[in-house]
């Protein structure tokens, strides 16, 4: 169940929820026999999120596969390291370096990339209805998802000068090396790349401009700038990669939907809420117990890992009216949980919106017109959908 967790939810409108099958905290065994309290309703998940004192973030980064020695000497080869800087600081570096990232993602900096998105979207969606009235097939993946964040990011936060596949390549091995569950020979293959990746980054870390010089000025050592890119690199563009495919498939079955955002009667801002409520590329994300306590009545022990469903948060009827069913603008469509919450809460929340609200209008019609060739496949894993092509035809 962990590492197909999206798989436990409806998707079918009507079918009744899920979550009311599940207890409220849940003891579940991963594939090494670790046990983790799975947290299944929103406002427990919420409580976590926001007690850093009860519940710290130090094992957000932590591999899901413990890492067997071949594959952490290919790691340490590459002098790779990654010490708390984001996600998994809970300690008193993480103020600053989080005001740091702020600015570079301001909601005005990323208001001002809007229309040269736009402008892309709209020449790629040109291209695309031309070759579907060839009865040509299209992957929507490739064409409007897999690239797009990662060049607006690239323009808002001085990125290294890596090939886009490179970058993209490296970003889905992190997801896999340390959320899959794997084999040693497919760890020190991940690792490998990881680490070749890692050691580009040191020496943009060193020399970059962007956000690398800001934090190098405010005095942060090498290795917190690589820490900081690096889960910039993978945070700031593969999950709404993911979220734009999984978004553009869910409103392919959403006809109602597409037809109000033709004639205006939907806003695209309700839609891009329902879609990360329904369908968060993040499904779950962890904290640990720093103490003996207790959650939802059952006894969590200091070091307990807890995975917090981030998408069942979303479709828990004890905060939205009809928790399965796509509505946009419905009473709590926007108490989901898919960017977290707290001192750790994403801060990429506007650049993601920005960018799914963008790719959403200029869809919308192609979107109509189209039919499922084949939908995308995800892996296992614990926390990300990570989708790959997505095939549609006139
Ligand atoms: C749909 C897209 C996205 C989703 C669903 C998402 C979700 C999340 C979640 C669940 C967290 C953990 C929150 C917590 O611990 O409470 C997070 C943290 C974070 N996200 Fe996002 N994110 C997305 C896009 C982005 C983008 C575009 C960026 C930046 C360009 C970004 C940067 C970050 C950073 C830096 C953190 C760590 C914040 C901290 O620890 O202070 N994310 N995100």
Same mark, same amino acid.
């Given at each position: 169940m962990l590492f197909r967790s999206w798989e436990q939810a409806p998707t079918a409108a009507g079918a009744g929820s899920g979550i009311a099958r599940w207890p409220e905290v849940v003891r579940v065994a991963d594939h090494v026999g670790v046990e983790h309290l799975l947290v299944t309703r929103h406002a427990l998940v919420r409580r976590v999120l926001t007690d850093p004192a009860t519940y710290r973030p130090d094992n957000a980064l932590d591999a899901v596969t413990p890492m067997p020695v071949a594959a952490l000497r290919i790691l340490a080869a590459h002098r790779f390291r990654l010490?708390?800087?984001?996600?998994?600081?809970?300690?008193?570096?993480?103020?600053?370096?989080?005001?740091l990232v702020a600015d570079a993602l301001h909601p005005t900096r990323v208001a001002a990339q809007r229309d040269w998105l736009a402008a892309l979207v709209r020449?790629?969606?040109? #291209?695309?209805?031309?070759?579907?009235?060839?009865? &040509? @097939?299209? !992957?929507?993946?490739?064409?409007? =998802?897999?690239?797009?964040?990662?060049?607006?990011?690239?323009r808002l936060v001085e990125l290294p000068d890596a090939p886009v596949s490179a970058?993209?390549?490296? #970003?889905?091995?992190?997801?896999?090396?340390?959320? &899959? @569950?794997? !084999?040693?020979?497919?760890?020190? =293959?991940?690792?490998a790349e990881v680490g070749r990746f890692h050691r580009l980054l040191r020496e943009f870390a060193t020399t970059g401009g962007g956000l690398a010089a800001a934090l190098r000025a405010a005095g942060h050592p090498p290795d917190v700038v690589v820490g900081a890119l690096f889960f910039l690199l993978v945070a700031g563009q593969e999950t709404t990669s993911q979220f734009l495919t999984l978004l553009m498939h869910r409103l392919t079955g959403e006809q109602a939907v597409l037809a109000g955002l033709r004639d205006g009667s939907v806003a695209v801002a309700d839609v891009v809420e329902e879609g990360l409520r329904l369908e968060p590329p993040i499904v779950t994300w962890r904290r640990m117990a720093a103490v003996d306590t207790t959650l939802g009545g059952t006894a969590v022990a200091a070091g307990t890992s807890i995975v917090l469903w981030l998408a069942g948060a979303g479709r828990d009827p004890a905060t939205v009216d009809s928790p399965?069913?796509?509505?946009?603008?419905?009473?709590?469509?926007?108490?989901?949980?898919?960017?977290?919450?707290?001192?750790?809460?994403?801060?990429?929340?506007q650049l993601a919106r920005m960018e799914a609200a963008t790719v959403v209008a200029e869809t919308a019609p192609l979107l109509a017109?189209?039919?499922?060739?084949?939908?995308?496949?995800?892996?296992?894993?614990?926390?990300?959908?990570?989708p790959d092509a997505f095939l549609v035809r006139r």
């Amino acid at each position: 169940m962990l590492f197909r967790s999206w798989e436990q939810a409806p998707t079918a409108a009507g079918a009744g929820s899920g979550i009311a099958r599940w207890p409220e905290v849940v003891r579940v065994a991963d594939h090494v026999g670790v046990e983790h309290l799975l947290v299944t309703r929103h406002a427990l998940v919420r409580r976590v999120l926001t007690d850093p004192a009860t519940y710290r973030p130090d094992n957000a980064l932590d591999a899901v596969t413990p890492m067997p020695v071949a594959a952490l000497r290919i790691l340490a080869a590459h002098r790779f390291r990654l010490p708390p800087t984001l996600a998994n600081n809970g300690g008193a570096s993480h103020p600053g370096i989080r005001a740091l990232v702020a600015d570079a993602l301001h909601p005005t900096r990323v208001a001002a990339q809007r229309d040269w998105l736009a402008a892309l979207v709209r020449r790629r969606v040109a #291209a695309l209805d031309a070759t579907l009235a060839t009865g &040509a @097939p299209v !992957d929507l993946h490739a064409a409007l =998802a897999a690239d797009l964040p990662l060049r607006v990011l690239a323009r808002l936060v001085e990125l290294p000068d890596a090939p886009v596949s490179a970058v993209k390549d490296f #970003a889905r091995a992190t997801l896999e090396l340390f959320w &899959a @569950p794997l !084999d040693a020979g497919r760890q020190q =293959a991940l690792a490998a790349e990881v680490g070749r990746f890692h050691r580009l980054l040191r020496e943009f870390a060193t020399t970059g401009g962007g956000l690398a010089a800001a934090l190098r000025a405010a005095g942060h050592p090498p290795d917190v700038v690589v820490g900081a890119l690096f889960f910039l690199l993978v945070a700031g563009q593969e999950t709404t990669s993911q979220f734009l495919t999984l978004l553009m498939h869910r409103l392919t079955g959403e006809q109602a939907v597409l037809a109000g955002l033709r004639d205006g009667s939907v806003a695209v801002a309700d839609v891009v809420e329902e879609g990360l409520r329904l369908e968060p590329p993040i499904v779950t994300w962890r904290r640990m117990a720093a103490v003996d306590t207790t959650l939802g009545g059952t006894a969590v022990a200091a070091g307990t890992s807890i995975v917090l469903w981030l998408a069942g948060a979303g479709r828990d009827p004890a905060t939205v009216d009809s928790p399965d069913e796509f509505r946009p603008g419905q009473r709590g469509s926007r108490r989901h949980l898919a960017f977290g919450a707290g001192a750790h809460r994403c801060v990429g929340d506007q650049l993601a919106r920005m960018e799914a609200a963008t790719v959403v209008a200029e869809t919308a019609p192609l979107l109509a017109g189209v039919r499922v060739l084949r939908p995308p496949r995800y892996p296992d894993n614990l926390t990300f959908r990570m989708p790959d092509a997505f095939l549609v035809r006139r």
